[in-house]
């Protein structure tokens, strides 16, 4: 197998801090994020006020935002509850855009973006629950390009990076027959927001799994097999539950024509998510990610041809927060494909350039050959 490392050069782009209208004081910069005391959106602060944003501090609970101010050097706080939209749409006044960290987003979502749609800001988030996502992209498509705003669901190591992954490895193909995400994953310690939404995801599907294919999403009430997957080295060969199905079954068949979309987990994570007693991650560093790492190995078949994207890293919930400014850092500058709309991360932008932008969260390679699952 032949390996080509893509480049991994980082284009800083400054934008210009401009007074806007509503909240006073409020600037170009200033994201709200919503949910921000949480695991997630903690690592999206940091991420936000290394990129130069200022974070506005919003969500349900206030006593933990009046906490994390004081942890920010006093950062600004506006409490709001998603079911009272005046409160929502204080949160959002004067703000440049807002990234929802929040779950469940199957109670979050729709309420953010609706405020986000009214102040006419652009709405991220790192959803990685499917019904949520689907959710979004059906309802939203329309009301978002008539109010000539951008909404960005699953902007996350699940669902947006595996479309980002799959976009760029198609290259010029505009249809295939298989895109498969294999993500090998060291462990998963899952945190209690991840616990909740898995919860309200198989609630909702009456605890069956989904799948996608011939085009579309199915539900199935069998178990899912498990399978090896040839992982490129150091990581090799490994099992995998086969039918593991993440966000990306949303986001990937979202704007490509790919009528199978598969994605694979590891079993060692697949059975620390199943545990009870898997504790959530814990730091390893200054900076809070956890030791855990992974490698996501893209496949895209189309007749015979293969090709193949991968992806390192280390910790996965850290790992959302320079996906999710990035998004909006492109979106606030116009670096789009499209002006407005409910779309996916691969529809959005260019696939290959945002790829390159995560260096060093993310080290992205390209490979001839494929790797390949035995039952």
């Known amino acids: 197998m032949t390996t080509q490392t893509t480049q991994t050069t980082q284009t800083t782009q400054t934008t210009q801090t401009t007074q806007t209208a509503g909240t006073p004081g409020a600037t170009r910069r200033a994201v709200v994020v919503y949910g921000a005391y949480g695991h997630t959106g903690r690592f999206v602060v940091a991420e936000l006020r290394e990129r130069g944003f200022v974070p506005v501090l919003s969500g349900r609970d206030e006593r933990k935002l009046k906490e994390l101010q004081e942890a920010t050097d006093g950062l600004e706080v506006r409490p709001a509850a998603v079911d009272d939209p005046a409160a929502l749409d204080r949160a959002l006044a004067g703000a440049a855009a807002v990234i929802n960290c929040a779950g469940p987003f199957a109670t979050t979502a729709a309420p953010v973006i609706e ?5 006419g800001i652009p709405y991220v988030d790192v959803a990685a629950e499917i019904e949520a996502n689907v959710d979004t992209l059906a309802r939203y498509a329309e009301p978002a390009r ?8 699953a902007m996350a190591f699940y669902g947006g990076l595996g479309d980002l992954l799959a976009t760029a490895a198609m ?7 298989e895109v498969h995400v294999a993500y090998g994953l060291d462990s998963w310690h899952p945190t209690a927001g991840t616990r909740a939404a898995g919860a309200v995801s198989r609630e909702r599907r009456g605890g069956r799994r989904p799948v996608h294919r ?5 539900y199935r009430d069998d178990a899912p097999p498990t399978l090896e997957w040839a992982f490129p080295e150091p990581m090799g060969p490994r099992a995998v539950i086969g039918e593991f199905t993440m966000a990306d079954v949303v986001t990937v068949p979202s704007h490509l024509a790919v009528p199978e979309v598969r994605t694979y987990m590891t079993t060692e994570a697949a059975g620390d998510l199943a545990a009870a007693d898997t504790p959530p991650p814990a730091p390893a ?6 030791a855990q790492t992974f490698l996501i190995d893209v496949l895209v078949r189309s007749g015979t041809e293969e090709r193949r994207a991968v992806a390192t890293g280390r910790d996965i919930y850290a790992v959302t927060a320079p996906l999710a400014v990035e998004a909006v850092d492109r979106v606030l500058t116009g670096r789009t494909r499209v002006p407005a709309g409910a779309v996916s991360a691969g529809a959005l932008f260019d696939a290959a350039d945002f790829l390159r932008a995560l260096t060093p969260s993310v080290v992205v390679e390209s490979a001839a050959g494929a790797g390949h699952v035995d039952a």
Not at 115 to 119: E, K
Request: glycine content about 12%; proline content about 3%.
């Open 115 to 119: 405020a986000a749609l009214r102040a």
């Open 146 to 153: 008539a109010a000539g705003v951008l909404v960005v669901p």
């Open 171 to 177: 290259g010029e193909w505009t249809a295939a027959d």
């Open 214 to 218: 011939d085009g579309r999403l199915q």
């Open 285 to 290: 560093d200054e900076s809070g990610r956890s």
